[in-house]
């Protein structure tokens, strides 16, 4: 129990060090891109799907979703977790009625990729098919 309690000290001290050394801000920007899995959320953020089409007047073109948007997240799903879109369907229908982040890539007519996050909130009787109104496709 010791050692540990040694070893913790220790850790802390070097910790308090190192964190006076950065310039302030530093540390705090680094957190931030780190996601609770320990992973770099960039990378996280590889897109995993393409909106094919979006219905007039549904969710997803009420929250700015567009034809050809790359998606890069849908709530808490990623690249690596998505189970071929499977995940994507089970969190709309958890989330009906509630704000879901999506994180999209879009290429502008004169090639910039342009990076946005949307809140889509999936619901019921917007006139057409299914809780969101679009299509998307791996």
Known sequence: MSQIETGLHEHHAATKSRDHTL???????????IDRTGTSSSSLEIPFAK???????????????????AIRRFGDIYW???ERLSKVAETVQKNEGRSILIK??????EGALEEL???LVPRRNWGGRGLIGCHLIP
């Open 51 to 69: 909106v094919n089409s979006v219905v007039s007047g549904s969710p997803a073109e009420e929250a700015g979703l567009q034809a050809g948007d």
């Open 23 to 33: 310039p302030q801000g530093a540390l705090h920007a680094s957190n931030a891109s």
């Open 80 to 82: 690596i977790n998505h």
């Open 117 to 119: 996050q949307l809140h």
């Open 104 to 109: 999209v890539s879009r290429r502008r007519e």
